[in-house]
C-alpha cells in the first residue's frame, strides 16, 4: 500500500488546478490506501470525496502529507467516534501541507535546483570543456561529456527527490496524526544550512575557475591594475551577496547595488562591459 502511494505520488500534480490546485493529485496518491481501508462502496466514495477539498504543498514533500492522512482514515475506520477523529483530520492535513511545503521550497526550489547547474558547469569543466565561457571556441566535445554534465546535476537532483518521496510515505504513516507528524525525521534548518554552504562553495569554485580562466588567457592583452579588477569584481560580487543574505535584505537591494557600481565603472571610468573579460 504504502510502495503504491509513493509511486502515486509522482503524479500529485498531473490534475493540478486554479480552484482546488493539487487536491485531484492527492486523491490520486490516496486511493490505494483508502480502497484498503474502506471496503464498503459508500464509505470509499465518501472518503474521496472529503479529500477533494483544496490542497497544495511541496509536491516532492507530499508524501509526509499523505502517509499521515492515511494512517488517520485507518485509525478512524476502527475507532468508537470516527466523526471526532475525521473532524481534526482536516487541520491537521493544512497544518502538514503548508510546513512541507515552507520546508520543501528551501530545500528543493531555493538549493537544490540551483546546484544542478552548477554540478552541471563543474563536470564540463573537470573534463575540459569550457564551451560555456568561452562562447567563440570552436572544438570538438565528447557526447558523452556534454551530456555527462546535465545528467550528473538531474541524477543528484532526482536522488533528494525520490528519497524524500518515499521516506515521507513510510514516516507520515508511522506517526500519523499529529499536526507536527515527521517534521522531527530530519533536522531541517540544519540540511538547509548544509545545502546553503554547499551552493556557495560550488558558486565560489566556478567563479574562481572561470575568471582564472578569463584572466589567463587575456592577462596579457592589460596593464596589471586591469588585472588586478578583473579578479577583485567577482569577489565583491559574492561578497555582496553574502552580506546581503546576513543582514536580511532583498535581492532586489543586492541587485541595485551591482547596478550602481557597474555605472560607476562602464560610465565614469569608461569601461567596457563586453571587452572587460572576454
Known amino acids: 500500500m504504502l510502495f503504491s502511494m509513493f509511486l502515486r505520488s509522482f503524479f500529485i500534480q498531473a490534475g493540478w488546478n486554479y480552484e482546488r490546485f493539487q487536491n485531484l493529485g492527492f486523491v490520486f496518491a490516496l486511493a490505494p490506501a483508502l480502497r484498503r481501508i474502506y471496503p464498503d462502496r459508500e464509505k470509499l466514495k465518501a472518503a474521496l470525496l472529503r479529500h477533494l477539498e483544496i490542497f497544495n504543498t511541496q509536491p516532492y514533500m507530499s508524501g509526509f502529507v499523505l502517509g499521515n492522512i492515511a494512517a488517520m482514515e485507518e485509525r478512524a475506520s476502527s ?56 562562447t567563440g571556441l570552436d572544438e570538438r566535445v565528447p557526447l558523452a561529456l556534454l551530456l555527462g554534465g546535465p545528467l550528473a546535476g538531474t541524477v543528484f537532483y532526482s536522488a533528494f527527490a525520490v528519497y524524500y518521496r518515499w521516506k515521507g510515505v513510510r514516516r507520515g504513516f508511522a506517526c500519523g496524526g499529529a499536526a507536527n507528524c515527521a517534521l522531527d525525521t530530519v533536522n531541517w534548518p540544519r540540511l538547509i544550512r548544509l545545502l546553503s554552504i554547499a551552493g556557495f ?78
Open 79 to 134: 475507532a468508537a467516534d470516527p466523526a471526532a477523529e475525521l473532524a481534526k483530520m482536516p487541520g491537521v492535513k493544512q497544518a502538514l501541507a503548508s510546513s512541507f511545503a515552507s520546508i520543501g521550497d528551501r530545500i528543493f526550489w531555493g538549493r537544490l535546483k540551483p546546484m544542478t547547474a552548477q554540478i552541471c558547469l563543474l563536470v564540463w569543466a573537470a573534463g575540459g570543456f569550457y564551451g560555456w565561457l568561452f
Open 201 to 278: 562553495l560550488m558558486s565560489l569554485a566556478i567563479v574562481a575557475l572561470a575568471f582564472s580562466l578569463l584572466i589567463g588567457v587575456n592577462g596579457c592583452a592589460c596593464g596589471g591594475w586591469r588585472l588586478a579588477l578583473k579578479a577583485v569584481v567577482p569577489v565583491c560580487v559574492l561578497a555582496l551577496h553574502r552580506l546581503t543574505r546576513a543582514f536580511g535584505r532583498s535581492v532586489f537591494f543586492a541587485a541595485g547595488a551591482l547596478l550602481a557600481v557597474s555605472i560607476l565603472l562602464f560610465s565614469v571610468f569608461g569601461l567596457e562591459p563586453l571587452k572587460f573579460y572576454l
